[in-house]
Protein backbone atom coordinates (compact mmCIF):
# COMPACT_ATOMS: atom_id res chain seq x y z
CA UNK A 1 0.00 0.00 0.00
CA UNK A 2 1.57 3.53 -0.95
CA UNK A 3 0.06 5.88 1.16
CA UNK A 4 -0.43 9.45 1.32
CA UNK A 5 -0.61 10.79 5.01
CA UNK A 6 -2.06 14.56 5.68
CA UNK A 7 -1.54 15.34 9.46
CA UNK A 8 -2.46 11.86 10.71
CA UNK A 9 -4.87 11.19 8.12
CA UNK A 10 -4.87 9.06 5.55
CA UNK A 11 -5.46 11.32 2.08
CA UNK A 12 -4.92 8.74 -1.01
CA UNK A 13 -3.55 5.05 -1.06
CA UNK A 14 -2.86 2.99 -4.05
CA UNK A 15 -2.57 -0.77 -4.30
CA UNK A 16 1.00 -1.98 -5.70
CA UNK A 17 3.47 -5.07 -6.63
CA UNK A 18 6.42 -4.37 -5.48
CA UNK A 19 8.85 -4.84 -8.12
CA UNK A 20 11.99 -4.62 -6.38
CA UNK A 21 13.31 -3.36 -3.50
CA UNK A 22 17.41 -3.26 -2.78
CA UNK A 23 19.78 -0.57 -1.15
CA UNK A 24 18.35 2.30 -4.06
CA UNK A 25 14.99 2.49 -2.94
CA UNK A 26 11.61 0.32 -3.31
CA UNK A 27 10.03 0.03 -7.02
CA UNK A 28 6.64 -0.56 -6.72
CA UNK A 29 4.38 -1.32 -10.41
CA UNK A 30 0.84 0.55 -9.88
CA UNK A 31 -1.29 -1.71 -12.67
CA UNK A 32 -4.55 -0.03 -14.74
CA UNK A 33 -7.45 -0.95 -12.34
CA UNK A 34 -5.71 -1.65 -9.00
CA UNK A 35 -8.03 -0.77 -6.02
CA UNK A 36 -7.23 2.42 -4.48
CA UNK A 37 -9.06 4.79 -2.09
CA UNK A 38 -8.75 8.62 -1.35
CA UNK A 39 -10.23 11.05 0.68
CA UNK A 40 -13.06 13.11 0.11
CA UNK A 41 -15.40 16.00 1.69
CA UNK A 42 -18.30 15.33 3.21
CA UNK A 43 -20.22 15.97 -0.08
CA UNK A 44 -18.37 13.70 -2.21
CA UNK A 45 -16.13 16.38 -3.42
CA UNK A 46 -12.37 16.11 -3.76
CA UNK A 47 -9.52 18.29 -2.30
CA UNK A 48 -8.90 19.97 -5.41
CA UNK A 49 -12.64 20.56 -6.70
CA UNK A 50 -12.52 23.56 -4.25
CA UNK A 51 -10.68 26.29 -1.98
CA UNK A 52 -8.54 24.88 -0.50
CA UNK A 53 -10.06 26.92 2.78
CA UNK A 54 -13.18 25.29 2.25
CA UNK A 55 -11.24 21.80 2.44
CA UNK A 56 -10.19 22.74 5.75
CA UNK A 57 -13.59 23.63 7.15
CA UNK A 58 -15.08 20.40 5.88
CA UNK A 59 -15.56 16.63 7.26
CA UNK A 60 -14.10 13.82 5.22
CA UNK A 61 -14.29 10.32 3.90
CA UNK A 62 -12.34 7.48 2.43
CA UNK A 63 -13.80 6.48 -0.72
CA UNK A 64 -12.68 3.30 -2.44
CA UNK A 65 -12.10 2.61 -6.08
CA UNK A 66 -9.69 1.86 -8.70
CA UNK A 67 -6.88 3.19 -10.58
CA UNK A 68 -8.05 5.08 -13.97
CA UNK A 69 -4.47 5.94 -14.99
CA UNK A 70 -2.39 4.86 -16.77
CA UNK A 71 0.14 2.08 -15.57
CA UNK A 72 3.15 3.35 -13.97
CA UNK A 73 6.21 2.48 -11.89
CA UNK A 74 6.96 4.30 -8.29
CA UNK A 75 10.69 4.66 -7.32
CA UNK A 76 11.04 5.29 -3.51
CA UNK A 77 14.62 6.50 -3.53
CA UNK A 78 16.12 5.44 0.29
CA UNK A 79 15.74 7.74 2.51
CA UNK A 80 15.14 10.69 -0.42
CA UNK A 81 12.20 12.99 0.04
CA UNK A 82 10.50 12.30 -3.21
CA UNK A 83 9.96 9.56 -5.46
CA UNK A 84 9.84 9.31 -9.25
CA UNK A 85 7.30 7.70 -11.40
CA UNK A 86 7.03 6.74 -15.26
CA UNK A 87 4.35 7.39 -16.56
CA UNK A 88 3.02 4.98 -20.22
CA UNK A 89 1.34 6.76 -23.04
CA UNK A 90 -1.60 5.06 -24.64
CA UNK A 91 0.57 2.50 -26.32
CA UNK A 92 1.81 1.33 -23.04
CA UNK A 93 5.20 3.11 -24.01
CA UNK A 94 7.06 5.09 -21.40
CA UNK A 95 5.47 8.92 -21.40
CA UNK A 96 7.36 10.85 -19.11
CA UNK A 97 8.80 10.68 -15.61
CA UNK A 98 7.24 12.60 -12.58
CA UNK A 99 8.77 13.53 -8.66
CA UNK A 100 6.59 14.01 -6.38
CA UNK A 101 8.04 15.72 -3.77
CA UNK A 102 7.12 13.97 -0.75
CA UNK A 103 8.65 13.38 2.73
CA UNK A 104 10.59 10.26 2.62
CA UNK A 105 8.51 7.23 2.92
CA UNK A 106 7.99 5.33 6.48
CA UNK A 107 7.60 1.35 5.73
CA UNK A 108 5.30 -0.66 7.95
CA UNK A 109 4.18 -4.73 7.91
CA UNK A 110 1.40 -5.97 9.68
CA UNK A 111 1.88 -9.93 7.90
CA UNK A 112 -0.97 -9.47 5.36
CA UNK A 113 -0.86 -6.49 4.08
CA UNK A 114 2.59 -4.02 4.13
CA UNK A 115 3.17 -0.61 2.90
CA UNK A 116 5.30 2.59 3.01
CA UNK A 117 3.50 5.82 4.26
CA UNK A 118 4.80 9.50 3.08
CA UNK A 119 3.63 13.26 3.11
CA UNK A 120 2.57 14.73 -0.11
CA UNK A 121 3.84 17.77 -0.69
CA UNK A 122 1.95 19.01 -3.78
CA UNK A 123 4.58 20.42 -5.37
CA UNK A 124 6.02 18.04 -8.59
CA UNK A 125 8.95 18.34 -11.38
CA UNK A 126 7.54 17.17 -15.01
CA UNK A 127 10.20 15.29 -16.73
CA UNK A 128 10.03 15.10 -20.74
CA UNK A 129 12.02 12.11 -22.10
CA UNK A 130 14.71 14.20 -23.55
CA UNK A 131 15.17 15.83 -20.13
CA UNK A 132 13.51 19.16 -20.06
CA UNK A 133 11.37 19.54 -17.08
CA UNK A 134 9.27 22.23 -15.74
CA UNK A 135 7.51 22.92 -12.41
CA UNK A 136 3.84 21.48 -11.34
CA UNK A 137 1.06 22.79 -9.25
CA UNK A 138 3.00 25.51 -8.05
CA UNK A 139 -0.41 27.54 -7.63
CA UNK A 140 -2.00 25.30 -5.28
CA UNK A 141 1.02 24.65 -3.70
CA UNK A 142 1.12 28.65 -2.70
CA UNK A 143 -2.23 28.83 -1.88
CA UNK A 144 -1.97 26.01 0.76
CA UNK A 145 0.78 27.44 2.35
CA UNK A 146 -1.10 30.94 2.85
CA UNK A 147 -2.79 28.36 5.88
CA UNK A 148 -0.13 27.06 8.12
CA UNK A 149 -2.34 25.65 10.91
CA UNK A 150 -3.96 23.47 8.46
CA UNK A 151 -1.48 22.94 5.67
CA UNK A 152 0.90 19.50 6.24
CA UNK A 153 3.62 21.06 4.83
CA UNK A 154 6.01 23.12 7.48
CA UNK A 155 8.73 24.01 5.19
CA UNK A 156 8.91 25.31 1.63
CA UNK A 157 12.46 26.13 1.28
CA UNK A 158 12.91 22.46 2.52
CA UNK A 159 10.56 20.81 -0.79
CA UNK A 160 11.94 23.84 -2.97
CA UNK A 161 15.66 23.03 -2.01
CA UNK A 162 15.07 19.16 -2.71
CA UNK A 163 13.20 19.82 -5.90
CA UNK A 164 16.66 21.90 -7.22
CA UNK A 165 18.73 18.68 -6.01
CA UNK A 166 16.28 16.28 -7.93
CA UNK A 167 16.63 18.97 -10.82
CA UNK A 168 20.12 18.89 -11.03
CA UNK A 169 20.11 15.10 -11.23
CA UNK A 170 17.98 15.17 -14.21
CA UNK A 171 20.30 17.77 -16.55
CA UNK A 172 22.91 15.27 -15.46
CA UNK A 173 21.18 12.51 -16.96
CA UNK A 174 21.69 10.31 -13.33
CA UNK A 175 19.58 7.44 -12.18
CA UNK A 176 17.13 7.05 -12.46
CA UNK A 177 16.82 9.65 -15.69
CA UNK A 178 19.54 7.81 -17.52
CA UNK A 179 17.07 5.20 -19.14
CA UNK A 180 16.51 2.70 -16.68
CA UNK A 181 13.36 1.45 -16.44
CA UNK A 182 11.91 3.41 -19.38
CA UNK A 183 11.73 -0.38 -21.36
CA UNK A 184 9.92 -2.07 -18.72
CA UNK A 185 7.24 -4.62 -19.58
CA UNK A 186 5.50 -6.08 -16.08
CA UNK A 187 5.27 -10.02 -16.05
CA UNK A 188 2.07 -10.80 -18.16
CA UNK A 189 0.57 -13.45 -15.30
CA UNK A 190 0.60 -10.83 -12.93
CA UNK A 191 -2.95 -10.36 -11.16
CA UNK A 192 -4.46 -6.85 -10.14
CA UNK A 193 -6.80 -7.42 -6.74
CA UNK A 194 -10.31 -6.92 -7.34
CA UNK A 195 -10.35 -5.33 -3.62
CA UNK A 196 -7.92 -3.35 -1.36
CA UNK A 197 -6.55 -5.98 1.83
CA UNK A 198 -8.13 -6.26 4.87
CA UNK A 199 -6.08 -3.40 6.94
CA UNK A 200 -5.64 -1.40 4.07
CA UNK A 201 -6.46 1.52 6.31
CA UNK A 202 -4.67 0.89 9.21
CA UNK A 203 -3.44 4.47 11.68
CA UNK A 204 -0.63 6.15 9.36
CA UNK A 205 2.79 5.35 10.90
CA UNK A 206 3.57 9.31 10.72
Do not use: C
Amino acid sequence: MHRNVRRGRIGWVRSARVVSDDERGLLVWIARGAPVAHEVADDGRGMRAMPFAEWLSRSYRLATGVWAGPPLLKFLPTGADHSVWLFRDADDRFAHWYVNLEEHGVRWDDGEVAGVDVVDQDLDIVVDPDLSWRWKDEEEFAERLAFPDGYWVPDEAAVRAEGLRVVRMIEAGEFPFDGTWRDFVPDPGWTVPSSLPPGWDRPPVR
